[in-house]
């Protein structure tokens, strides 16, 4: 394999393990977003995954082009100086918003996976972030990537194992969906507000990678190459636990109540990997919110970063699903906003001679 596609592959890896966060890797945004849609929901998981592959490459090329690890700039560039300011505070209150439901959610798969108390799951968690977020961010990105194919295949057993042998017949999925817990109830605006979740949630963390990738090929085969396998692994995880509906709604993190119906050792496999995707995507969002403020690993970023991890375990007492609830579709509607301007700004360069940044 050349460098470039070593390169791509680990930059993709990183990006996966990123965008996972805790509410796929537990089930929870899967079963609210796609499978309480029913049959549908397979559809609408396809096309949140090809509009997340599309805008994720535009995003990296963007943060490579411009050079810049500070997100504002690309905000600035995409909406002009007024909205983008605009929308840079929106996306700093909700990307620490996200980082307290991540928090929350490894304190949740540690009760649930191992009988860990929450608060002490949850503690644990924010004094390794506090610890590992000294070092430089892109390295600790590649190297944390190193989990995501223990995550390929993990889902791949997991939904495998279910859409062959499923407690719903395929003919009666319908029957059991249950689309109040839907964001909207129509499946075509619910895998666009996902998409949108996605790329709000990940828009910092991808402007980085764009920025600290060697060159263009890089920059654009990283986001690429990730979104397509996150496609794959989205569809699986519809389709598993569509086939456990009944089940699945019931269940706080309906990703282990499936991996424990395979083998108990596969429970336990299922939450350490669950535990070590939320800590990295909260790494992605809390990196990129502290340094909005504070210079890279200057006093002032240690200080905030304490502050700002105290501020989140003393949050996460909300409450993992009701965070899950109130923020994921909001955060929605403001990556909309961002997939729009991008994909109007490809159009624009694709027939037009002069080049917007």
Do not use: C
């Amino acid at each position: 394999m050349s460098r470039i596609n070593r390169s791509s592959v680990t930059l993709a890896f990183a990006y996966i393990s990123f965008i996972v966060g805790a509410g796929f890797s537990t089930g929870q945004e899967i079963l609210q977003f796609f499978s309480n849609h029913g049959l549908w929901g397979y559809a609408a998981a396809l096309v949140a995954g090809l509009l997340i592959t599309f805008v994720g490459r535009q995003i990296t090329k963007l943060g490579y082009l411009l050079g810049s690890e500070e997100y504002d700039v690309p905000l600035n560039i995409i909406f002009g100086k007024v909205f983008g300011k605009l929308f840079d505070y929106v996306l700093v209150f909700f990307l620490y918003g996200l980082s307290v439901i991540m928090i929350a959610g490894t304190g949740a798969a540690f009760y649930d996976g191992f009988g860990v108390p929450s608060w002490l799951g949850t503690l644990i968690t924010v004094l390794i972030l506090f610890v590992v977020l000294q070092y430089d961010f892109t390295n600790v990105a590649k190297a944390l990537g190193i989990i995501t194919p223990f995550l390929i295949f993990a889902v791949f057993i997991i939904a495998g194992y279910n859409i062959i042998q499923p407690n719903i017949p395929f003919s009666e999925v319908d029957q059991h969906t249950d689309i109040d817990r839907t964001p909207s109830g129509l499946w075509l605006w619910d895998a666009v507000t996902y998409a949108g979740l996605v790329i709000a949630n990940s828009f910092g963390f991808l402007v980085i990678v764009g920025a600290g990738s060697r060159n263009y090929f890089i920059s654009k085969r990283s986001a690429l190459f990730g979104g397509l396998v996150f496609t794959i692994l989205l569809v699986l995880m519809t389709a598993g636990l569509t086939a456990n509906l009944e089940v699945a709604n019931a269940s706080e993190m309906p990703t282990l109540l499936l991996a424990d119906q395979i083998h108990p050792a596969l429970r336990i496999l299922m939450t350490i990997i669950m535990v070590g995707v939320m800590f990295n995507s909260v790494i992605g969002v809390l990196y990129p919110f502290v340094t909005r403020f504070t210079e890279p690993y200057s006093g002032k970023y240690r200080i905030m970063l304490a502050i700002a991890l105290i501020l989140a375990f003393v949050f996460s007492y909300v409450g993992f699903v009701d965070l899950v609830n109130f923020f994921y579709p909001i955060f929605g509607y403001i990556g909309m906003f961002i997939a729009v301007a991008l994909f109007f700004r490809w159009i624009f360069n694709k027939f037009s001679r002069k080049q917007l940044l």
